[in-house]
């Protein structure tokens, strides 16, 4: 069975920096894309950043461009998500998984940005 544990959220100041991981076990993590959610209170779960099995192609959700990088560590069954210049609108819970969404969800990582 697949287990997802994010981690690295926290309390931050509005323009500050916090690096997210997660970390993915019960599944071949190299072979899948991979995908980075948040949900912010009162809204729908949102898609921020995709990337590749290889790593070499990733996508960004607009309002993060620029902001936050994915990446992943196949040997260490990883996904991360630096985030700099962090906004008031960024607070939320983050959450990984596959790129579908397909896999049961994980408790996620709380990410509060104080202006």
């Known amino acids: 069975q697949v287990q997802l544990v994010e981690s690295g959220g926290g309390l931050v100041q509005a323009g500050g920096s916090l690096r997210l991981s997660c970390v993915v076990s019960?599944?071949?993590?190299?072979?899948?894309?991979m995908r980075w959610f948040r949900q912010a209170p009162g809204r729908e779960r949102e898609s921020v950043a995709v990337?590749?099995?290889?790593?070499?192609?990733?996508w960004y959700e607009d309002s993060v461009k620029g902001r936050f990088t994915i990446s992943r560590d196949n040997a260490r069954s990883t996904l991360y998500l630096q985030m700099n210049s962090l906004k008031a609108e960024d607070t939320a819970v983050y959450y990984c998984?596959?790129?579908?969404?397909?896999?049961?969800w994980g408790k996620g990582t709380q990410v509060t940005v104080s202006s």
């Open positions: 998984n596959e790129d579908s969404g397909i896999w049961s």
């Open positions: 990337i590749s099995w290889s790593g070499d192609i990733t």
């Open positions: 019960g599944r071949t993590f190299s072979r899948h894309t």
